[in-house]
């Protein structure tokens, strides 16, 4: 195995008196799905959400152990969590666009990192005019990271002619693909998925996972999911969780194959969860 | 196992009256609100049309003189009151936008929920203070300190009457402001962090954007409270009939020239009737503010 990305150690997380994860211990190998599974309550978001310290807004939530991104623990309080979010990035279970056209979506990351954006919109009165030839022809950065990011998100053939319009305008499916790109506009190492399908039909499903395989050549993406047949069909390794424990973690041909664990192997069969 | 209950015939037909007098009383009483509100606009228009039979009504509308007891050559331009009107309105908005939408976005973002539960009532109860207790306060404190600092002779002008209306209009804009904020998804703002952005970035480019129908909503029914304000400027923006060049010259709005001069004239003349039309107009001024926030609203919904 090479070096991993993510280096988790007696990983322990409390929301006041209630222990959300308790003494989660593995390591995540760079360019690889990993799936996470197990059923609601296990702990798998709340690990997913301690990765980019997105635990830290929640009043009572208390962090031990230690997370290890790139050599640096990110559970330390000098952390910076802006930079460490910008490295690792996040897609939510509902598609979660901003009020915004479908290029400022893509654009907003790069632009809070004091880009400036050549195609702002006013107040969303004005609008963008611009072919999408000359857009993909642009030298600006921001146009760049734009057309890169909708081109890898599988959206660009579908959304090149309507830039402009609000993003609450698409499909779930392309709503879901649009924050995909909106998380790589920034070019992160690490990509988190929380359930992303979860509000989408067969179809659009179908082309996320596609595209999650596509884009572990340049991110190593960690997907939480309640969909056994996704995580097998995507899923480099996986990590299943239990009541706050990580039960067992492996390829995913062992864990669907053969787990070692009975409690893994009756998840994976269906008698509960 | 039997009914416990049965239906007894005669009892279900008087359900039924009742259910349908119930009906019928409810829809005349909702009916109502429209009958009364094309009654006012009649109202209105049948004593406000007569004026322009003797005043022409561009020069009413465009006239920049207002002096209609004049004996020699009365004056029938309302220019001068709707400019004192917009002059207290946009001055007043200017100051409860910029408070109001802070008060909001600390109350919905900031504000630990013990703030929050304690401040809300306590702006909302502003609206509860009559605005001629505002108007004293105008005259008494307001007014000394404005012509202290300006160097004026008396501080009874429209950046007085904009202050103290701006309270008036306050926890309209800053409770609908607060409203607009708190009703967006906690996933935005999640999604904007997880970006990389601070809380004040996300504040910034993704809620208040993301509220902008409610905020200007906000506003534009704070601007209706404003311009139909009567007892604060009445009492303290000073009443000159002079056409306002300044924050600092004193103003009389279109609705406290209605209420000092209705009771010096004759019912039914000319002058009677010319109050009326500039009731009109401050009526139709509304409406189309209203209209034009529906208009954006729904505009901003649909796309």
């Known amino acids: 195995m090479t070096a991993p990305i993510i280096s988790v150690r007696s990983l322990d997380v409390h929301y006041?008196?209630?222990?959300?994860?308790?003494?989660?211990?593995?390591?995540i190998a760079p360019n690889e799905i990993t799936g996470l599974i197990g059923a609601s309550g296990s702990g798998k978001s709340t690990f997913l959400r301690s990765l980019n310290r997105m635990l830290d807004h929640l009043p009572t939530v208390r962090m031990g152990g230690t997370i290890t991104i790139g050599g640096e623990n990110i559970l330390h309080e000098k952390t910076d969590v802006v930079r460490l979010r910008r490295r690792v990035g996040m897609v939510f279970q509902n598609p979660t666009p901003f009020p915004k056209s479908v290029f400022d979506n893509v654009a907003y990351g790069l632009e809070i990192q004091g880009i400036r954006n050549p195609r702002k919109s006013f107040l969303s009165l004005t609008r963008l005019r611009i072919q999408h030839q000359e857009l993909e022809a642009s030298d600006d950065p921001i146009d760049q990271a734009v057309v890169r990011s909708l081109k890898e998100a599988a959206l660009w053939e579908e959304v090149k002619h309507r830039l402009h319009h609000s993003a609450y305008r698409l499909s779930g499916g392309q709503q879901q693909r649009l924050c995909i790109a909106r998380a790589i506009a920034i070019r992160p190492d690490i990509l988190l998925l929380d359930e992303p399908c979860s509000s989408l039909d067969p179809l659009s499903t179908r082309c996320i996972e596609q595209l999650l395989l596509g884009l572990k050549k340049d991110y190593t993406i960690l997907i939480v999911t309640h969909n056994l047949q996704q995580a097998r069909r995507i899923a480099d390794h996986v990590g299943f969780f239990h009541t706050g424990e990580l039960v067992e973690f492996g390829t995913a041909k062992e864990i669907f194959g053969g787990p070692g664990k009975t409690l893994t192997r009756e998840y994976v069969e269906g008698a509960f969860g | 196992m039997e009914a416990v209950v049965t239906d007894h015939p005669q009892g279900e037909f008087r359900r039924r009256a009742a259910d349908r007098?119930?009906?019928?009383?409810?829809?005349?009483?909702?009916?109502?609100?429209?009958?009364?509100?094309?009654?006012?606009?009649?109202?209105?228009?049948?004593?406000?049309?007569?004026?322009?039979?003797?005043?022409?009504?561009?020069?009413?509308?465009?006239?920049?003189?207002?002096?209609?007891?004049?004996?020699?050559?009365?004056?029938?331009?309302?220019?001068?009151?709707?400019?004192?009107?917009?002059?207290?309105?946009?001055?007043?908005?200017?100051?409860?936008?910029?408070?109001?939408?802070s008060i909001a976005i600390y109350l919905s973002y900031i504000a630990s929920r013990r703030t929050r539960e304690i401040l809300k009532p306590v702006i909302e109860m502003i609206a509860g203070i009559p605005s001629v207790v505002l108007g004293l306060i105008g005259l008494l404190y307001l007014a000394p300190l404005i012509a202290k600092t300006f160097g004026l002779s008396n501080g009874l002008n429209a950046l007085n009457a904009s202050i103290l209306v701006a309270i008036a209009t306050l926890p309209t804009i800053a409770s609908l402001c607060e409203d607009a904020l708190s009703g967006l998804s906690h996933r935005l703002s999640e999604s904007s962090w997880a970006l990389g952005a601070t809380r004040w970035t996300t504040i910034r480019k993704v809620l208040v954007p993301a509220a902008a129908p409610g905020i200007g909503a906000a506003i534009m029914l704070g601007l209706g409270r404003a311009i139909g304000e009567t007892m604060v400027v009445l009492m303290v923006a000073g009443n000159s009939l002079a056409f306002p060049r300044s924050f600092l010259e004193p103003v009389r709005p279109m609705t406290a020239t209605i209420a000092i001069e209705i009771r010096e004239v004759v019912v039914g003349d000319l002058h009677w009737n010319s109050l009326f039309a500039v009731g009109l107009v401050l009526f139709l001024i509304t409406f189309a503010i209203n209209s034009v926030t529906d208009l954006y609203l729904h505009r901003t919904i649909r796309s």
């Open chain 1, 16 to 27: 006041g008196s209630v222990t959300a994860l308790h003494d989660v211990s593995f390591d």
């Open chain 2, 21 to 101: 007098a119930m009906h019928w009383i409810l829809r005349i009483i909702a009916s109502l609100t429209v009958v009364l509100l094309i009654g006012i606009f009649v109202f209105l228009l049948k004593s406000g049309l007569r004026t322009f039979s003797e005043v022409p009504i561009l020069n009413f509308l465009f006239g920049t003189r207002w002096n209609p007891s004049s004996f020699h050559e009365p004056l029938w331009g309302i220019l001068p009151l709707v400019t004192g009107t917009l002059f207290v309105s946009a001055g007043a908005l200017l100051i409860a936008v910029p408070f109001g939408l």
